[in-house]
């Protein structure tokens, strides 16, 4: 017979409750402040386990060779679950605003040199989504933000050792939805169909007429309240480089040449999943995409709020890690975007009645993979 279980006993409430001290053994000697902005990191980390626990099982999802249909609405659920989990630690930052600078600063010191920044679980995400070591931004006079990661005296850290096996830990999400984008059927084409590139051509060909008629439309409304001749050029100009740029993007004239041919596909694939989204097999895919874009709207957002209640508490100064504070987190939010192409795709887009016909509308009933 199972013994009865206690609600404190399942949850842990008293181990939990007893680690808000900090450097000391209690929380008892401790100013209602410092134990405020340990118990939000605590519960911030908490809501990073969850999300890492979210982020893997997503990717293990999508790294299959074939992902069944059915399994989509899970992943959608798991992305979403995932943004809602960086709202709810954004939404600490206004409880962490009711400290003033004076009542934070008396106990900083406390915390130098150690930095936000060596939050391992966070440097996992970062990782598993896909954010490239190029894109990194230098945190201070430490030469990889794995040096970050070890202990004061430069050895191994529970923190170093945890990142370094996320970092073998492949593919990346990014990785897992682009070699999924890839499989895609478009115009009921797939990689391994023999026509396969000239079906993705002539869609994007279709695709780039139907976005220049639409781009076309809305210059000559523009145009139409335009003031002066330099206005008229102006718009011209925009207008051109707007159907200029779809077609550069779709054709993925930016890549070396030996990967132009696999981009362009995964961005018609995009392209083709968004424009079409009310065919079976599409609809899921679809929500899949806009997951994505939730996700890493909440990861932007919850580094621009960090900042801002960053620079309401203690302004521009220096970070404890020796960081440049408010810059750096500005910085890491404009900088650290992973899914450019999902973003970029939202320029291209058209109504639903400009849109090229759908050739084989029977490849994409349920029951065909990808």
């Given at each position: 017979m199972r013994k009865a279980t206690n609600y404190w006993d399942y949850i842990k409430v008293e181990e939990i409750t007893s680690l808000q001290g900090g450097l000391v053994a209690t929380d008892a000697g401790l100013a209602n402040d410092e134990v405020m902005f340990i118990t939000i990191h605590q519960i911030d980390e908490l809501w990073l386990k969850l999300a890492l626990r979210e982020l893997v099982s997503v990717r293990d999802l999508f790294k299959q060779e074939r992902v069944p249909e059915q399994s989509l609405a899970s992943a959608v659920r798991g992305l979403r679950r995932m943004a809602l989990l960086f709202g709810l630690i954004a939404d600490h930052f206004p409880l962490m605003e009711t400290m003033t600078t004076r009542d934070y600063l008396a106990f900083r010191d406390k915390l130098s040199p150690a930095s936000g920044f060596q939050s391992a679980q966070l440097r996992e995400i970062e990782i598993l989504m896909g954010l490239a070591d190029e894109q990194r931004i230098p945190l201070g006079h430490e030469g990889t933000y794995m040096r970050a990661l070890k202990s004061a005296d430069g050895t191994e850290s529970a923190a170093s050792r945890r990142v370094a096996r996320r970092r073998e830990d492949l593919p990346t999400l990014k990785d897992a939805i682009v070699a999924w984008l890839h499989r895609t059927p478009i115009q009921g084409s797939t990689p391994s169909d023999a026509?396969?590139?000239?079906?993705?051509?002539?869609?994007?060909?279709?695709?780039?007429g139907a976005q220049a008629r639409e781009v076309d439309e809305a210059m000559k409304l523009a145009v139409h309240d335009a003031l002066t001749e330099r206005d008229v050029e102006r718009l011209g100009e925009r207008y051109t480089k707007e159907k200029i740029g779809a077609r550069a993007f779709l054709e993925a004239s930016d890549q070396p040449e030996e990967e132009r041919a696999r981009v362009s596909r995964v961005r018609a694939a995009l392209v083709f999943i968004e424009s079409y989204r009310e065919l079976p097999l599409l609809a899921f895919p679809r929500e899949v995409i806009d997951g994505i874009v939730a996700l890493e709207q909440a990861f932007v957002i919850f580094r621009q709020r960090h900042a801002r209640m960053v620079e309401r508490v203690i302004g521009r100064r220096v970070g404890t890690g020796g960081s440049a504070g408010v810059d750096y987190l500005d910085q890491t939010a404009l900088r650290y975007r992973i899914f450019h192409d999902v973003w970029a795709t939202r320029t291209l887009l058209i109504r639903e009645s400009a849109l090229p016909?759908?050739?084989?509308?029977?490849a994409y009933t349920l029951g065909v993979g990808q």
């Open positions: 026509d396969d590139a000239e079906v993705v051509r002539r869609f994007v060909d279709a695709y780039c016909p759908v050739e084989k509308p029977e």
